[in-house]
């Protein structure tokens, strides 16, 4: 069965610092990592990842995957009490474009 | 970038009742998704909705509780029958968008979802 493992699963930052978050996966078939911020109901995308040590970076935030150890991690520089929020990793395992998600990490960003 | 929405936005609904929940894209996407969300839970796929055919059903999900209709490229509906206070949840729609629309190869992008409270 398809695993997809976020830590930890929640975190509390003040404003300005540098935060990290990992994603591990199990899966039988990898096509892409994707994150995704859920603030109220609808994720919305952050990053799609498919080479392992490519970075991908928009703004404070960047991520990276690593296919040799199954995970990625996903870096926010000088939070902001905006970026409070739960981070959702998801694997797309390839088969008819299916995500699996993990349990998310739930970031608050304090003044 | 395309719009996504879904109707409706949140509801309240007595056990044993049904909910239809709409989902609408404005461009034409093949791939169309329907995920649940139980409060404090991560999202699961409940089935992929497949235009002209029935939908495809992930395990622990049955038509008979949630069936899925998908007339057109942009349009689906959720049903959720005979519910119970274990049905609240959040239900959100995806969909895969072409590039014309900004879409991203298979990055599912998803409407702002319907929160259903049974009691």
């Known amino acids: 069965e398809d695993k997809v493992v976020q830590s930890p699963l929640s975190l509390v930052v003040h404003e300005g610092d540098t935060v990290t978050l990992n994603c591990s996966y199990e899966?039988?078939?990898?096509?892409?990592l994707l994150w995704y911020k859920q603030e109220k109901k609808a994720p919305t995308f952050l990053f799609m990842l498919?080479?392992?040590?490519i970075e991908k970076k928009s703004g404070r935030l960047s991520s990276i995957l690593d296919k040799k150890e199954l995970s990625s991690i996903l870096n926010i520089t000088a939070t902001q009490t905006g970026d409070s929020a739960i981070y959702l990793c998801a694997v797309n395992t390839g088969t008819a474009s299916k995500l699996t998600f993990g349990t998310g990490t739930r970031l608050q960003v304090t003044l | 970038s395309a719009v996504i929405s879904q109707k409706p936005s949140r509801d309240i609904c007595q056990r044993g009742t049904s909910l239809t929940i709409q989902c609408q894209v404005d461009?034409?996407?093949?791939?169309m998704f329907w995920y649940r969300q139980q409060p404090g839970q991560s999202l699961t796929l409940i089935a992929t909705?497949?235009?002209?055919?029935?939908?495809?059903?992930e395990s622990g999900f049955v038509i008979d509780k949630f069936p899925i209709s998908r007339p057109n490229l942009t349009f689906s509906t959720l049903t959720v029958s005979n519910m119970s206070p274990e049905d609240s949840s959040i239900y959100l729609c995806s969909v895969v968008l072409p590039p014309s629309s900004g879409g991203r190869g298979e990055t599912q992008y998803f409407g702002p979802g319907t929160r259903l409270l049974v009691l």
């Open positions: 909705a497949n235009q002209g055919s029935e939908a495809t059903y």
């Open positions: 498919t080479s392992s040590g």
């Open positions: 899966v039988a078939n990898f096509r892409s």
């Open positions: 461009s034409q996407v093949t791939m």
